[in-house]
Every structure is written in C-alpha cells, then in structure tokens.
C-alpha cells in the first residue's frame, strides 16, 4: 500500500532563496554518515535533533554543532527516547546500526537487535507523531544483494541471505527486515518511506574498520618494519621509481568496489530526500568502479611509495564485484562530483596523520 507522500519543506535551498528550516531527526547521528548528514543540515539552516549512543561512533564529530541542534545521548531501540526525539520532526533518517565486518562475526546479536528493534521503535515513534513527519529515510545497504547477478547492479536486483547460519549475513539479513518494515509495516500505517542503499561511502574520520584506513595502515606499518620511509603523494604513474613496500592482501586482488566520497554522499541523500516519491529505493554511490590492486596502488602512491602485494585467501561471504547503477537517482539530479583519485588524498592524509605515520 503507497501513500502520496504528504508536503515536507525542501532540504536544498536554492541559491538566493530563503531557508525554510525543517526538524529533521538523525539517529546514529555521532557515526560517519551521521555526523556529515548533521552538519550539512544544520549549516544549511536546518533544525537537527540528533541520536547517538556512543556504540560505534562518537558524537564528538558533532561537538562543534551542539548549541545549534539537539543532542540526545540515547538508544534507538528504547521506545521514549525514540518517541521524545521524534516530536516534532518531518523527516526522520535513520542510520543507526551495528556496522563492521568484525561486529558480525563476534556479535550477530547486537548487530540483529539494533537492527530489528531500532527500526520498530522510529517507524512507531514516526507513525505516533505522523501529524508532523512527512518522511522516514531508511538507511539500508549494498549487502542485501550479497553477490548481485548484474553490475552495474539496479535498484531491481534481487535481494539474498546466502546462509542464515553465518553469522556474517547478521548485518545484511537486519537491513532486509528493516526494508521489509519499511514498506509492509510503516507505509501501511500512513507514514511516507523511502529506502537508501548506501554503497561503499569514504572520507576522512569514515572508522577503522573498513578497507581504506586498513589500507593505510597495512602500508604505513609493512613501510616501518620494511624500514622504508612514506613520502609526499606522487600523481599517477610517478610511483614507478618510488620505494617499494611488500603487503599481503585477501584475496587476488580483481575484487571490485565503487567509493563515493561522503559530500557526494550528502548531495544525493538531500535529492532523493526531497525529489524521491513515497516507496523508491534508491542507490546512492559511484559508478567508477575500481579493483583491490588498483585501489592498493593509489593509497600506496598518496603514501609516496610503490606497493608490491602477495595474495592470500579471499574472507568467507565477501563479494567479488560491486558497482551499482545510479541512473535512478541521476534522474533527479544526482552527479558525483568527487572522483576517487582527488577524494583519496584528503582521506589518506587524515589517516596517516591519525596513525602517525610520519616520512
Ligand atoms: N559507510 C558505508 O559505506 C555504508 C554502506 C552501506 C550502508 N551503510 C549504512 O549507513 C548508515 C550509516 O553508516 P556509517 O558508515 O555512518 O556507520 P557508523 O557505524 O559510523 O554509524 C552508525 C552510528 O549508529 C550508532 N548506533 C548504533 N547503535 C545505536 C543505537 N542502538 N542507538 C543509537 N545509536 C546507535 C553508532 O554508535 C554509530 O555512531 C548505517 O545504517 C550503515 O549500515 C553505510
């Protein structure tokens, strides 16, 4: 059942024109995501009530922002303070989870409980104050499709659990019943929905635990006990005479990724946020797609040095291609700006300074 979506101000404002301020509630408001959601919405004149617990993310990332918007210090999954955190907001984006290959191995049960219970407490505090929230936007995943049939995969591709008895798939198995939620128990009760597949987001201060920080940090380390010193990043090519540094990688290095910088990222959320009908799913990421050896070989080169990597066994569950089609959102504006070879200097620089790697 689809209801037409009911009138939420607009979040882009266009320049020259006067803000109208919309109450927008981030949960997961400390994470990466989050805290650039926060931002670009209170900087963009927004009213921003945030939720974070601390479980992963900080909300030191937003510190900055706290006498502009509301901090809540709280659980998603705890009725009142989902109710409390929603009054009076017209969109609600939820992107609190349990995220990181780690979490899903040693603790599925968390991962499936943020996941189930965060999502059924904001969709009842959404349909409790339904007189105000025009919109939820439910923070699903690329993880749904495990290994898609088709890349560039569409927002059509069909979704799987390979095997429910790996712990692995805690995380993408909580994303499908959050969706599920979505359109069978949220819409049904007059509540406007839209479902966003983030896909492979990057950035400075974006977590440890995904594959770029492990990169930097793989080479800075291998670069220490190698005795090779990091240099100043070379443009493409230019590490042909540089030092070489030995890593080890999973897998054969062809497995494919597409990285979207993060204000990428933010631009289309606001677009399918405000053009996106009631229903839609929408891919959110690049479509430069790039393999593990390439994308080794571009850290190394921010790092000032040429990487040499021997391969080793791929992990149990992971994908072997990922890129998905954005011409669904492309339609309603979106463009990514940010291409990666410019995104990653920035991103690098930030994690050789957080681990010290110094020249
Ligand atoms: N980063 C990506 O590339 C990517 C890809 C696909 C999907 N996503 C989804 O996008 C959303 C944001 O991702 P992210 O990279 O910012 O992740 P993140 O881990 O940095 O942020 C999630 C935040 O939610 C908070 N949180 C967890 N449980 C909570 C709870 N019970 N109550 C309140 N807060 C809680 C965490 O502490 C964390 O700050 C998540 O839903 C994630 O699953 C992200």
């Known amino acids: 059942m689809c209801y037409i979506a009911r009138r939420m101000g607009k979040l882009i404002t266009p320049a020259g024109e006067k803000v109208t301020p919309v109450r927008a509630l981030v949960t997961g408001a400390g994470g990466f995501i989050g805290a650039a959601l926060t931002r670009r ?17 900080t909300p030191k990332r937003i510190a900055d922002l706290a006498s502009r918007m509301k901090l ?14 929603t009054a009076g907001c017209e969109v609600v984006f939820h992107l609190a989870a349990v995220n990181g290959t780690e979490n899903f191995y040693q603790r599925p049960d968390v991962v499936l409980d943020v996941a189930v219970r ?8 959404a349909i409790e104050h339904k007189a105000t929230v025009k919109r939820y936007v439910n923070f699903s995943s690329s993880e749904i499709y495990n290994e898609p049939t088709h890349v560039p995969t569409g927002e059509d591709e069909r979704a799987m659990i390979p095997d429910v008895r790996n712990p692995r798939f805690s995380y993408g198995g909580g994303k499908l019943i959050s969706e599920l939620l979505s359109f069978h128990y949220l819409q049904r009760r007059g509540v406007a929905a839209l479902v966003i597949r983030p896909h492979n987001v990057y950035g400075p201060d974006m977590g440890d635990e995904h594959v770029i920080p492990q990169f930097v940090k793989k080479i800075g380390e291998a670069a220490k006990a190698q005795g090779v010193a990091l240099g100043q990043p070379l443009a ?7 030092k070489e540094v030995r890593v080890q990688i999973q897998g054969d290095g062809t497995e494919t990724r597409s990285f979207c910088h993060v204000d990428d990222f933010v631009d289309g959320l606001l677009i399918a946020t405000d053009r996106g009908g009631d229903g839609e799913i929408f891919h959110i990421g690049t479509e430069e797609e790039i393999s593990v050896r390439e994308l080794l070989a571009m850290v190394g080169r921010n790092l000032g040095v040429r990487v040499v ?3 080793g066994p791929r992990t149990a569950g992971s994908t072997p291609r990922r890129c998905p089609s954005i011409k669904k959102l492309g339609a309603l504006g979106f463009a990514p700006k940010i291409g990666l070879e410019a995104g ?3 991103t690098v620089a930030w994690y050789r300074e957080s681990y010290k790697f110094q020249g």
């Open 118 to 125: 965060g999502s059924l407490a904001t969709m009842d505090a």
């Open 344 to 346: 990653l200097r920035g």
């Open 236 to 242: 493409a090519g230019a590490e042909a005479s540089a």
């Open 309 to 311: 990597f021997e391969t």
């Open 72 to 85: 809540v210090d709280g659980d998603v999954r705890d009725p009142a303070t989902a109710s409390t955190a």
């Open 41 to 57: 919405l209170v900087e963009g004149g927004h009213q921003v009530v945030a939720v974070e617990n601390g479980l992963r993310g």
